[in-house]
């Protein structure tokens, strides 16, 4: 009985006019599909999935470059939230003196913006299923630059606020989308690692923010903030050329979309073996 027990094993009994037939079934199932080769063996059984997260296994630390660049790439994304709460930090008040604005409404402006990121964030699962990691993050930037080309042209608080819809919806979706795409192509020993460089384009962000501030002060107030915001499209043309051309679409995406083989090779170029 101790045996039984232990092997957790299922008797079924089948029937017939000659024999009866014991099948002993194991009680397991696989939470993936396999594809059997006349290469595969007991212990080499493995879906794209687990060999991204078994590959560090075997790929010494030098070899994972390209996970850097990777990161690296879609960390500036976070940059654009953290330049725009650090550009704001003195464009706002230049914003209230040339168009007037009452404290009310400059507030608003402000504020709007984690308002707007919040939908973003919302709406980020979405491209995400539909379109992939790489061309969200094309859609986040180019939100942010519809957006900052709107607020640059504004002359008046309506079309301000229209721009900063376009700002904020970017910020969101492309804030949502970093940490995604970088635990998905890390390996899970230095994940946390990685993802945190979102957090860390972030901050640096909100120091190119600082600085964008701090060359405009010699400017008028109407021509500053105007300079200032101008500076944020640098980041996200960058953030479209680099998700084009350079970055690696998630394999577990590709997987998901039953692209098997694109995922295996983007895992073989990320994670090569020793």
Known sequence: ??????????????????????????????????ELTSETS?????????????????SPSGTMLKVYIMAGCAALSSCN???????????????????????????????SLNLFAMVGALLSSTFIDRYGLR????????????????????????????????????????????PVYISEISPRSRRGFFVSWSEIGTNFGIVLGFMAGFTSYSLSPDLAWRV????????????????????MESPRWLVLKGREREARQVICSLHPKG
Not at 2 to 30: C, H, M, Q, W
Not at 42 to 58: A, F, G, K, N, R
Not at 161 to 176: D, E, K, P, Q, T
Not at 233 to 243: H, S
């Open 228 to 247: 200032m915001f101008s500076i944020g499209f640098v980041m996200p043309i960058v953030l479209i050329i680099l998700a084009a051309f350079v970055m």
């Open 81 to 111: 939230l953290g330049f725009d709460v650090g550009v704001n930090t003195d464009a706002g008040l230049m914003i209230q003196e040339s168009m007037s604005l009452s404290d009310v409404k400059l507030e608003a402006f402000m504020g």
């Open 135 to 178: 061309l969200t993050f094309i859609i986040a930037s180019l939100s942010f630059i519809i957006g900052i080309a709107i607020m640059v042209c504004s002359t008046s608080y309506a079309t301000l606020m229209s721009g900063r819809i376009f700002v904020g919806l970017g910020v969101g979706i492309g804030f949502a989308v970093t």
């Open 1 to 34: 009985m101790g045996r039984a027990t232990s092997e957790k094993t299922t008797l079924l009994k089948k029937e017939n006019d000659e024999e009866n037939v014991i099948v002993y079934t194991p009680e397991f199932k696989l939470d993936y599909p396999i």
């Open 42 to 58: 007991d212990s080499s059984l493995s879906s794209p999935l687990d060999v991204l997260d078994e590959m560090e296994d075997s």
